[in-house]
């Protein structure tokens, strides 16, 4: 599992031109999930992700979890971050979940975000979205499950 995280002062996504998901403050999980990942996998990333201090104190340190700030979500599922580009020019995804159990993963991911932060908005699986954010620093991290 994959996850690039993004911490932004709002996002949204859309399909078709339709919005189906927005945040305000927090941040944007775009995640891949691997062959091998399973439950627990995502039970303990997400868990992870929600004590990250990676928001700003009253001092400006990058001391405060998404709890402490009242941060949001955006889960954007993207099986391409599974991508291999080592060999060919051609990425290969071969390492990448199949799409039935990708999906179940991401229902799960998205339902342990909704303990976890203010509020949970999430892309749609499978569609071809459109993601905008106004990225916070930027500060993007990189979680390899």
């Not at 944007?28 to 992700?49: C, E, L, P, R």
């Not at 599974?82 to 051609?90: F, I, P, S, T």
């Amino acid at each position: 599992m994959k996850v690039v995280l993004q911490r932004v002062f709002s996002a949204k996504v859309s399909v078709d031109g339709e919005t189906v998901g927005e945040i305000g403050g927090g941040l944007v999980a775009f995640i891949g999930f691997g062959q091998n990942d399973t439950a627990d996998t995502v039970i303990k990333t997400v868990d992870k992700i929600s004590r990250l201090r990676i928001f700003a104190d009253s001092n400006g340190k990058t001391n405060l979890s998404s709890k402490e700030v009242n941060a949001e979500i955006l889960a954007i599922s993207q099986f391409t971050l599974m991508g291999d580009c080592l060999g060919q020019n051609r990425p290969s995804f071969s390492h990448a979940l199949n799409p039935k159990d990708a999906q179940t993963l991401y229902a799960l991911f998205s339902e342990e975000c909704t303990q976890k932060f203010t509020k949970t908005a999430k892309g749609q699986f499978g569609a071809h979205m459109h993601v905008s954010a106004e990225n916070d620093g930027p500060f993007t991290l990189i979680i390899d499950a």
